[in-house]
C-alpha cells in the first residue's frame, strides 16, 4: 500500500544533477564542458543580452516614437444595454457591474456608453457617461450619478 511514508517517484523519471569540474574521471572535468578557449570559456565570461557581436543591437536600431503614460487611468466600458442585466430601480456602480460579471479585472473608472437601449429605470453611479447614454437611461425613469475621478 503506497502512503506518504514510502513514496518514491517512477523509475527513470528523476536524475542525479550533473556536477561539472570534479575531474577527468567524470566525463565534464577539466574544460568542465565550456569548451577549449573564448570569452564564454573564462570566468566572469558572459555576454550580455542582446549582445549582436558589436553589430547595433535590434533594440537600437529601430526608430523610436510616441510615449506610454505609466499614470494613465484605466477606463472600464459598459454598454447602456448591459444594464438591462440589472432589476427595475436596482443602484448600478462599480461592485454591482462586477458582481454581475460585466467587469472583470481593475479598473480605475467606469464609463457608460450610449449602445443599445435600457428598458428599466435604474440609479446608476459611475466615473463617466456620454451624453447619449445619460439621456437614455433618463428616458426609462432612471437617474445618473457621476462621481468624482
Do not use: C, W
Not at 487611468?73 to 454591482?96: G, M, P, Q, T, Y
Not at 456608453?113 to 425613469?141: M, P, Q
Amino acid at each position: 500500500m503506497i502512503d506518504l511514508s514510502n513514496l518514491q517517484a517512477p523509475k527513470g523519471s528523476t536524475k542525479k544533477r550533473k556536477r561539472v569540474g570534479r575531474g577527468t574521471g567524470s566525463g565534464v572535468g577539466r574544460t568542465a564542458g565550456r569548451g577549449q578557449k573564448g570569452q564564454k570559456s573564462r570566468s566572469g565570461g558572459s555576454i550580455p543580452i542582446g549582445f549582436e557581436g558589436g553589430q547595433m543591437p535590434l533594440a537600437r536600431r529601430i526608430p523610436k516614437r510616441g510615449f506610454t503614460n505609466i499614470f494613465r487611468a484605466k477606463v472600464a466600458i459598459v454598454r447602456v444595454s448591459d444594464l438591462n442585466h440589472f432589476e427595475a430601480n436596482a443602484v448600478v456602480d462599480a461592485d454591482a457591474l462586477v458582481a454581475a460579471g460585466l467587469l472583470k479585472g481593475r479598473y480605475d473608472l467606469v464609463k457608460i456608453l450610449a449602445d443599445g437601449e435600457v428598458e428599466k429605470a435604474l440609479t446608476v453611479k459611475v466615473h463617466r457617461i456620454s451624453a447619449s447614454a445619460r439621456e437614455k437611461i433618463e428616458r426609462a425613469g432612471g437617474t445618473v450619478e457621476v462621481l468624482g475621478g
